[in-house]
């Protein structure tokens, strides 16, 4: 694993935390639980394209 494979993990990660606690923060404030699904759901994406950002850079 390189760098920039590294790079690309770290920021997607940062991003997908900083939306699960969004999400916690959403959930705390209205007491629905629905509210906390959809930073969840994007949360989600952004890891799963980070994932596959990092495994198209590693194959170059």
Known sequence: MDNLQLATFGLHGL??????????????NTGEPL???????IAAMIVGLGWTVAR?????
């Not at 991003?15 to 705390?28: C, M």
């Open 15 to 28: 991003v997908a935390v900083l939306l699960v606690g969004l999400a916690v923060g959403n959930y705390t």
């Open 56 to 60: 198209v850079v590693g194959r170059r």
């Open 35 to 41: 509210s906390a699904l959809a930073p969840l759901v």
